[in-house]
T-cell receptor
Framework: TQLLEQSPQFLSIQEGENLTVYCNSS?????LQWYRQEPGEGPVLLVT?????EVKKLKRLTFQFGDARKDSSLHITAAQPGDTGLYLC???????????FGKGTKLSVKP | SQTIHQWPATLVQPVGSPLSLECTVE??????LYWYRQAAGRGLQLLFY??????ISSEVPQNLSASRPQDRQFILSSKKLLLSDSGFYLC????????????????FGEGSRLTVL
């Protein structure tokens, strides 16, 4: 059972376009993390959100945690080729175990 | 600053051969350590984690094993590899302990690509 569903699985866009990727679950999470992974490397943390409804901005990236803490979204404004990579969300359930990772959204930004 | 290294970076092994992947963390003490496997289209699967020397927890049954002989060393092993063991193996650590360590930020190594033929 995949607790965290990420969509879309693949996204190919032109430089300058905006995009949103989603991370959804029927389970409540105490926190949610977003990582970016480049080919042949390990994932790197972008942000952690912990409060329902929380919005965090990291330059052109905007992260939102759903009010019910079951879902999250990542919006990228004016995408650049350097944004290319695999975006993974990971949910934390506190004392109930380790992070649960989604399968990721593979983003390709063409110049 | 803290660093994490794992090796080898790439490995091609025949079915039935043994495996040893090594991971070391520098610049911190008593970290939580993790082994993940990333297969195409299946996301990150937690294999093992360790909260201290000699303490290993297994998340999924398999023919792999893990050991933590020293505080900052984590080893993934197999006596006989299967085709299904192919994948990208990632070691990770977190500085947080207790409940916070369970869901704290993970710092990943560079990964080891294993191909079993």
């Amino acid at each position: 059972t995949q607790l965290l569903e990420q969509s879309p699985q693949f996204l190919s866009i032109q430089e300058g376009e905006n995009l949103t990727v989603y991370c959804n679950s029927s389970s409540v999470f105490s926190s949610l993390q977003w990582y970016r992974q480049e080919p042949g490397e390990g994932p790197v943390l972008l942000v952690t959100v912990v409060t329902g409804g929380e919005v965090k901005k990291l330059k052109r990236l905007t992260f939102q945690f759903g009010d019910a803490r079951k879902d999250s979204s990542l919006h990228i404004t004016a995408a650049q080729p350097g944004d290319t990579g695999l975006y993974l969300c990971a949910g934390g359930r506190g004392s109930q175990g380790n992070l649960i990772f989604g399968k990721g959204t593979k983003l390709s930004v063409k110049p | 600053s803290q660093t994490i290294h794992q090796w080898p970076a790439t490995l091609v092994q025949p079915v039935g051969s043994p495996l040893s992947l090594e991971c070391t963390v520098e610049g911190t003490s008593n970290p939580n350590l993790y082994w993940y496997r990333q297969a195409a289209g299946r996301g990150l699967q937690l294999l093992f984690y360790s909260v201290g020397i000699g303490q290993i927890s297994s998340e999924v049954p398999q023919n792999l094993s893990a050991s933590r002989p020293q505080d900052r060393q984590f080893i993934l092993s197999s006596k006989k590899l299967l085709l299904s063991d192919s994948g990208f193996y990632l070691c990770a650590w977190t500085r947080l302990k207790g409940l916070a360590g369970v869901t704290g930020e993970l710092f990943f190594g560079e990964g080891s690509r294993l191909t079993v033929l």
